[in-house]
Structure formats: C-alpha cells, structure tokens
C-alpha cells in the first residue's frame, strides 16, 4: 500500500512557474511507476506526465512538453512537476499516482493523493 501527499500548488500569474511535490509513505516508492494527472472543473481526468520506477523514462501530454519537467528522488520518496510558462489552461485540481505497470492512462493507476489547486490568472 501506498499513501501520496501533494503540495506546492497555489495561484499564479499567465507566465509564472509552480513546482509541486508528491511524497509518498512507505518503503517501496522505488518500485512504482509515478504519474501526474490534472482535472479542470466539468472535464475528466487527463494525463499530464509520467516517469519509469528508475527515472529513466518520461512521458509528457503534449500541451506541456517543454514547459512541464517531471523527476523523482527515490531517497526522498518523492516525486516532482515542475511547471513553467504556466497558461490560464493549466487550471486544475493536480493528482500523483502510483501504478506498479506504467502507463498514461489514469484507469491504470492503484493509488493517488487527495490532490492539489493550480490556478493561473490571465
């Protein structure tokens, strides 16, 4: 069993940059497979990014490659969305996940956090 916290999120402007966290308990972090998903307000669950047990492979939505970086510090039990050129669009409640498969799909994932509120003003 795994248990997520989110944090970092918040209110910033259209250009600004947040980076959230997602801690996770437990001694077997190492063994998941790590993904960031968003849900705006009346829209369903989407793939943000995603990244392989070892760090060694990532996978982003293509609406953030080069502004959205996704890590993770298995010493810490943690992994990381750092989010530049933020846009009014990237509004969304933001959730890790932890699936020991990998994939992009959030139907895939066992376990999330409770999540966490990006709002980016015009």
């Known amino acids: 069993q795994v248990q997520l916290v989110e944090s970092g999120g918040g209110l910033v402007q259209a250009g600004g940059s947040l980076r959230l966290s997602c801690t996770a308990s437990g001694r077997t972090f190492s063994t998941y497979h790590m993904g960031w998903f968003r849900q705006a307000p009346g829209k369903e669950r989407e793939f943000v990014a995603a990244?392989?047990?070892?760090?060694?492979?990532?996978t982003y939505r293509d609406s953030v490659k080069g502004r959205f970086t996704i890590r993770r510090d298995n010493a810490k039990n943690t992994v990381y969305l750092q989010m530049n050129s933020l846009k009014p669009e990237d509004t969304a409640v933001y959730y890790c996940a932890a699936d020991l498969e990998g994939s992009t799909s959030p139907y895939e994932y066992d376990y999330w956090g409770q999540g966490t509120q990006v709002t980016v003003s015009s």
């Open positions: 990244i392989t047990r070892n760090a060694g492979s990532t």
